[in-house]
Every structure is written in C-alpha cells, then in structure tokens.
C-alpha cells in the first residue's frame, strides 16, 4: 500500500544496485515512483531492477560513474529522456574506502593522497555533481526533493580521516542547497545512518567497531540490534515526501539511539 504517492513521479538512486541504494530504490518503487537505477556496477542495477519489476513496479537502470562529471551528464539526459523529468535524487553513493586498510581507520599521517582523493570524490565530490546536473531539471519541473546519505562519521571519527571529512561535508552541503534553492521549491535533507546489514555496515560489525559477539563489550546504541536497510529508506521516503512539505536542510539520525548514548551525564550525588 502506497503513503507517499509518488505516481509520476521519477526518482533517481545513486548506487541503487546493492545495499542501501536498493531498500531505498524498493521502497520509492513501492509509492508509485519510476526509479531510475543508477550504478556504475551494471548487474547490480539490472538486479535491482529485475527485483522492482517483478514487484510491479516501474524502474530502469543507467550507468554513472558519480565522480566525473560527463557520466553524471549523461546520466541525467538519459533519465530525463526516458523518465519524463526528474523529481527526486537520492544521493546515496559511499564508502568508507579506508576501512578496508585498517580496522581503526587510517591516522591521518598514515593516509595517501590518491585515498584522500579517492573518498572524497566518491562520498562528497558525488553529492555535488549529481545534485549539480539535476537541479536545473527539479526546477524545470516546478521542483524537486533531494536526500543525501551521510553518516554518524560526520560527527564522529569512525573509519579514518578522510571518510569523516566527507561525511561532514555532505551534510553541511545538505543545507546549502536547501538554502541556495528553496525558492525553486527544492527542498533538501540528509540521513546519518547507523549500523546496518548491508555489506559495509556488516564488514564495520566484523571489524568489531559494533560487534554483538562479546558479551562485555560496551553497548552502542539504545535499540541493542543492526538495522534493517529498509529502515532507512523509511525514513528517506518520507523525508522526500509531500508529508515532509515542511523539513529542509536538516540531517535526521537513524542510529538507534546511537548519538543520544554518546552524551555521558554524571551521576548524581548522594545529597543533591
């Protein structure tokens, strides 16, 4: 049953074809949108695809590489021609590159400039140029919705140096665009995500940094449990919704309670 009410609407999902980027390709397909899947791993798009369209839903795939600007480009005539405009981004394309290094992240010292390079031009330098291309098509179509994926390393410094940076960054871009374009009627949010079963969020839980195993290990997060993908494409979906009218250039935390666990408060007194 559809809430949102996404007919006619086209809906672009960047790394649509795995993990996150297809809960939230799935969920978006499941309020009516015709999802456009892009990924520069094809047979991951296709699968996606194949999985929306078995659903009854409506979805393509198309190729992008989101660090070069002439793909994204190209992307978004691509998806222009053939899904009759553009009406939502989801940039969800990311990964913590320095993570499969070193299980701590790498100390900045200790990390190469092309790395750097690297995870910034996939988890920022994206964000930008594919909410750069689609823009002028949101606002020829009246307007648009944009969500952002970030993560809990945008405030702390989980998986290394530059994987934090960028995800700092995406949310402080998060909010320039929603300042730069709401006159346009574009609004703009971003989602920090906690723990998750997708590949990363599962490699993140081997390397321990949020391991269920240990019997003494510190509790992380109030709701005790790894999040289901779909769980924040629940969120992404309404963040991109008509019945979010109202929220723009905010981030909203999926973490289970993870942040609010960070705040450490004193113990009381005996006479106080």
């Not at 809960?23 to 499941?30: K, P």
């Not at 899904?83 to 939502?88: F, K």
């Not at 989801?90 to 995870?119: F, P, Y």
């Not at 321990?208 to 019997?215: C, F, H, I, N, R």
């Amino acid at each position: 049953m559809s809430m949102y009410q996404f007919d006619n609407k086209t809906a672009i999902v960047t790394g649509g074809g795995s993990g996150l980027g297809r809960a939230i390709a799935d969920r978006l397909g499941r309020e009516g949108a015709r999802v456009a899947v892009a990924d520069i791993n094809m047979a991951g798009a296709r699968e996606t695809v194949d999985m929306l369209r078995a659903k009854g839903y409506e979805a393509f795939d198309v190729y992008c590489d989101v660090t070069k600007a002439d793909t994204v480009r190209q992307m978004v005539q691509t998806v222009t021609r053939e899904g009759g405009g553009i009406h939502i981004l989801v940039n969800n394309t990311g990964m913590a590159m320095e993570s499969r290094q070193s299980k701590e992240g790498l100390r900045i010292c200790d990390t190469d400039e092309a790395l750097w390079d690297m995870s910034i031009n996939l988890n920022l330098k994206s964000v930008f140029l594919c909410s750069k291309y689609v823009i002028p098509q949101m606002i020829r179509n009246g307007g648009g919705s944009i969500c952002n994926i970030a993560s809990l390393a945008g405030y702390f410094p989980a998986f290394g140096a530059s994987y934090g940076a960028s995800k700092a960054a995406v949310i402080a871009l998060t909010k320039s665009i929603a300042m730069q374009y709401a006159d346009d009627h574009i609004r703009c949010n971003c989602i920090c995500p906690g723990a998750m079963q997708t590949p990363t969020g599962l490699n993140a839980n081997k390397i321990g940094m949020m391991s269920q195993e240990s019997a003494d290990r510190p509790r992380l997060r109030m709701i005790d449990r790894i999040a289901d993908p779909m769980e924040m494409a629940n969120v992404v979906a309404f963040l991109l919704s008509d019945e979010a009218g109202y929220i723009t250039g905010t981030e909203v935390r999926v973490d289970g309670g993870s942040m609010a666990m960070s705040v450490k408060i004193p113990p009381r007194r005996a006479d106080e």
